[in-house]
């Protein structure tokens, strides 16, 4: 069963990268089209994005390690990003952080153990004149209390 | 009698964060329950934050201003006539243009922003989209150049560098392949004019871009957007297949024999692709990390050959210039700060938003005036100005004027344009302690006065605020800034510690054993 996930994973890794490859500079483009189809960036697509490209292991390593966006590890089924910048710390942030972090009993980086949420923090959604903010997947939600973080969560 | 009413309701992201879609969808549904014909247009935001979600309806050609407007308003704004611009009731607020917030700006760049359908190419000609490229076709890059050069305009991303001597370079610099990229990688905290840009009104960038691309002979343009902003990414990938589609880019820009093309590029979250060498590295697929200037990137950046790298802001604002001439951008403005600025009000403040306004009014002026004191109706402590790299200013200072020289003269900045309003009970201490914590997250790693001096400057603060060694350590914070200061690559580190040393100046009682104070509330003996 994990061995035929992971080869057609490793097709689909394949495909994204061969479709990208004469874009100049095409790394981040391939990095983000596999994270959008697979939800993150497999240890595997390292060897293969390597390949296709004609770089090293490597330097492919080293770019997904740099971004903060790309994470090796499967994540939730939603993506929680909760501003942790001035504007909306001027605003409550620092408590709301706080209280996601217990409620979801996780900390940044980490998932739920139901695998609904991940918190990743982040670092201004221009979201600034309605703080704070947060953004659920691709949704930016503003003026978020615990109250209406609680909705937002449920 | 069964005219077609237009009903606007925002569809930018901070309008859709606090409701905007849920009173569209109100406003749909109530309007065919009572079979009154409306035209829904869903606009950009004009920018009065604290108004949104802002429902407009335009009647005899005026539009008329609702806001904010909550879903479960929508029925009693029918039962009170709205569409028909009557006032009575809570949430009227009278002709849109003469809100004394909006009625006393100086829109220039933001001239369309909030008008138009962001992506009717339509609607954006009748606001007087295009002129601007109209005229520059006409020119040659030499005098496009100049007439930019002439109107004073400075980068409005951070470091104000005149933009026609940076398009200057690039045109003097012979090469088969020149490039311009956008900088939409909006990463300080307290901007959203990018955002705004690019979400209520992209085709003036991408006018822009294109002017700069004929001006200097550049055929292909990026525009490297934050991942954070996935609205703007949609509706520039949209609107430039639009453009392409009718002719203002492609292989012919207007018909002539000049060619530009145009593509989005997503960033990856890493605060340092704002600076652009690192951005470059960042387009060629790269790690983010600083370049060793010279050489410039005007000579050789993207993939080696001559590039503009400039901020949105100052890209949007060429068509203007364009179409209005030198002359007429240069007359807004005080001393070398040309035309106008972009402020964004944010934070604990009454009436958060855009003002664009000419450079020379008070501080003062924007928070008071235009921003309404906090929003939690306590008093202003500190306002930090320019992003998390600038410093906190102090209110002895809000007389001083927006202009670039006057905020450098006591160490602050403008930046971008952001001012963050914290009340007095904020704690610098921590406001310290983040601007060392962010720099540690963001570093690139390149050099180690910033890789290391950050998490250093934590630590240092932790032990402050904690009462270990407090002079001592005090001291060392100082060096250590210093240090940094002198002895980084780029302004990350080199100006992480400006924050910092303005709480160490203004408010050095913040950065003190907080033992008194938790004594007061329980929390030690
Ligand atoms: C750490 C750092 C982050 C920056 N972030 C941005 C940014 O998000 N957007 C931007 O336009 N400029 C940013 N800049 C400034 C750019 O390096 C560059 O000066 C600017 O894009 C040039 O465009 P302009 O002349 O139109 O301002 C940043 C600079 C530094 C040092
Ligand atoms: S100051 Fe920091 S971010 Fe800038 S080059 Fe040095 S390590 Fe990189
Ligand atoms: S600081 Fe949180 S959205 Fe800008």
Redo the contacts between chains.
């Keep these: 069963m994990k061995g035929e996930f992971a080869t057609t994973d490793e097709a689909a890794i394949r495909a994204l990268a061969e479709a990208r490859k004469q874009e ?6 391939i ?2 089209a596999i994270q959008d189809e697979l939800g993150y960036v497999p240890e595997a697509a390292v060897p293969i994005v390597a390949d296709v ?1 004609n770089l090293s292991r490597a ?1 492919v390593h ?2 997904v390690s ?5 994470r090796t590890a499967p994540p939730g089924r939603h993506t929680l ?1 909760l501003c942790r ?7 409550g942030a ?1 408590a709301l952080e706080a209280y996601v972090r217990d409620k979801l009993n996780v900390d940044f980086h980490e998932t739920t153990a139901d695998g609904r949420f991940s918190l990743e923090p ?10 704070p ?1 947060v ?1 659920i997947d ?6 978020v209390t615990p109250e209406r973080l609680d909705e937002l969560l449920s | 009698m069964a005219s077609v009413t237009k009903v606007f309701v925002p569809s930018d992201t901070t309008a859709r964060s606090v409701g905007a879609d849920g009173v569209a969808a109100a406003i749909s549904a109530e309007a065919e329950r009572r079979g009154r014909q409306i035209e829904l247009i869903r606009n950009g935001s004009r920018g009065l934050y604290w108004l949104e979600p802002l429902v407009e309806v335009e009647v005899d050609g005026v539009r008329k201003a609702y806001g904010p407007v909550r879903p479960a308003d929508v029925e009693s704004l029918f039962e009170a006539g709205f569409l028909d611009g009557r006032r009575d009731h809570p949430s009227a607020l009278g002709d849109t243009e003469s809100i004394p917030y909006l009625a006393k700006q100086d829109r220039l760049t933001f001239a369309r922003v909030g008008l138009i359908d962001p992506l009717s190419i339509e609607d954006y000609r009748a606001h007087g989209g295009f002129r601007g490229l109209e005229n520059a076709v006409k020119l040659s890059g030499r005098e496009i150049v100049d007439i930019v050069t002439e109107s004073g305009l400075r980068g409005r991303g951070g470091a104000a560098f005149p933009t026609g001597i940076k398009w200057n370079t690039v045109l003097n610099t012979e090469a088969a392949r020149k490039y311009v990229v956008c900088n939409a990688d909006e990463g300080d905290s307290g901007t959203f004019a990018d955002r705004m840009i690019m979400e209520s009104d992209p085709y003036v960038l991408i006018e822009g871009m294109t002017i700069a691309g004929l001006a200097v002979g550049a055929t292909q343009g990026y525009v490297y957007i934050r991942f954070e902003y996935p609205q703007a990414i949609r509706t520039m990938r949209e609107a430039i297949e639009r453009a392409t589609a009718a002719g203002y880019l492609g292989d012919r820009v207007l018909g002539s024999d000049r060619a530009f093309h145009l593509e989005v590029r997503e960033a990856a979250g890493a605060y340092i692709c704002g600076e652009e060498t690192s951005l470059l590295e960042s387009l060629e697929g790269k790690r983010g990390i600083i370049r060793f200037r010279p050489p410039l990137p005007a000579v050789k950046g993207l993939f080696g050959a001559p590039t503009i790298v400039n901020n949105v802001i100052s890209l949007a604002t060429v068509p203007i210039i364009l179409d209005k001439g030198a002359a007429f951008y240069k007359d807004f403005g005080t001393g070398r700060s040309r035309g106008t600025l972009t402020v964004q009000l944010a934070g604990n403040v009454k009436q958060g938003g855009l003002v664009e306004i000419a450079f020379g009014h008070s501080l003062r002026e924007l928070l008071y005036d235009f921003g309404g004191g906090t929003a939690t109706g306590r008093p202003i402590r500190a306002v930090q100005a320019g992003g998390p790299l600038g410093a906190y200013v102090h209110p002895s200072k809000f007389d001083t004027a927006l202009d670039y020289e006057a905020f450098a003269q006591f160490g602050a900045m403008i930046g971008h344009g952001g001012l963050v309003v914290f009340d007095d009970t904020v704690d610098l201490g921590q406001q310290a302690r983040f601007a060392m914590e962010f720099c540690a997250i963001e570093s690139c790693g390149k050099c180690t006065p910033c890789r290391i001096g950050a998490v250093r400057g934590v630590e240092v603060i932790d032990r402050i605020l904690a009462g270990e060694n407090e002079a001592a350590n005090l001291a060392l914070l100082r060096e250590l800034c210093d240090t940094m200061v002198v002895g980084s690559l780029c302004a990350l580190g080199g100006m992480a510690p400006f924050p910092v040393m303005s709480i160490l100046d203004h408010f050095p009682e913040d950065l003190r054993a907080r033992k008194e104070e938790r004594r007061a509330v329980g929390e030690v003996a």
Excluded: D, W
């Design positions: 100049p500079g095409a790394l981040l483009p990095l983000h490209l330097e080293g770019v740099f971004y903060h966006l790309f990003y910048a001035e504007a909306c710390q001027s605003m620092r982040v670092y201004c959604l221009g979201n600034c004149a309605c703080s903010a953004m691709e949704t930016v939600h503003g003026r």
